[in-house]
């Protein structure tokens, strides 16, 4: 019933940004922890970030950290991922995803939304 869709995806050169939302509609967000993942052509999907359901602990792949920043307003049932200093390595589908659960690890989302095309060019 949780539906998640994500927006703001797009092309962009090597070393520009971009900023990714993601907006919950049939549950609010409160009740869940929030994670992006993306998928690189050829490649299998990878763990980006995660954020608690409060917003007060987040978690970064090694690749992204220092360069991503997640961040959630469930006052609005969205969830971001600003992206920075981006390189060809960022090309993937963006998907954002949803946990229940109180503990978690980024296996356990279960709930996806439809993903977002981001390229970044050399």
């Known amino acids: 019933q949780l539906q998640l869709v994500e927006s703001g995806g797009g092309s962009v050169q090597a070393g520009g940004s971009l900023s990714l939302s993601c907006t919950a509609s049939g549950r609010t967000l409160v009740d869940y922890a929030m994670g992006w993942f993306r998928q690189a052509p050829g490649k299998e999907r990878e763990f980006v970030a995660t954020i608690s359901r409060a917003g007060t602990s987040t978690m970064y792949a090694d690749s992204v950290k220092g360069r991503f920043t997640i961040a959630r307003d469930n006052r609005k049932d969205t969830v971001s991922l600003q992206m920075n200093k981006m390189t060809p390595d960022d090309t993937g589908v963006y998907y954002c995803?949803?946990?229940?659960?109180?503990?978690?690890?980024?296996?356990?989302?279960?709930?996806w939304g439809q993903g977002t095309q981001v390229t970044v060019s050399s």
């Open positions: 995803a949803a946990t229940s659960s109180m503990y978690f690890k980024p296996g356990d989302f279960d709930s």
